[in-house]
């Protein structure tokens, strides 16, 4: 499975940015998948989920009520709705693949699949 995120840019304090992330598996609708970021100088951390269906999400507290994941199975692609943007949520972004054969779960972790990411800059 390939993915190609996409949607990062420079965006004032306050602002929203859409991240996308397009997957190549004819089965997408089998997958979990979660977007990830990782500050400079800072671990890997996880932003938020979503379950095969769309219908199980998992967000982050420090994101949460500015972020929304959401996904399309007909398009084979997961978003990143991205609102009231702060400066320290400036990161590299990145998407990941995890299946699960329509289980009802989303992941926080042990993701087989993962995009090469796309840089977000909140500027204050």
């Known amino acids: 499975v390939q993915l190609q995120a996409s949607g990062g840019g420079l965006v004032q304090a306050g602002g929203f940015l859409r991240l996308s992330c397009a997957a190549s598996?004819?089965?997408?609708?089998?997958?979990?998948m979660g977007w990830f970021r990782q500050a400079p100088g800072k671990e890997r951390e996880m932003v938020t989920a979503?379950?095969?269906?769309?219908?199980?999400?998992y967000v982050a507290d420090s994101v949460k009520g500015r972020f929304t994941i959401s996904r399309d199975n007909a398009k084979n692609t997961v978003y990143l709705q991205m609102n009231s943007l702060k400066p320290e949520d400036t990161a590299i972004y990145y998407c990941?693949?995890?299946?699960?054969?329509?289980?009802?779960?989303?992941?926080?972790?042990?993701?087989?699949?993962w995009g090469q990411g796309t840089q977000v800059t909140v500027s204050s």
């Open positions: 990941a693949a995890k299946w699960t054969n329509y289980t009802a779960c989303y992941y926080l972790g042990g993701y087989d699949y």
């Open positions: 598996a004819r089965t997408f609708s089998m997958y979990a």
């Open positions: 979503i379950n095969w269906s769309g219908g199980n999400t």
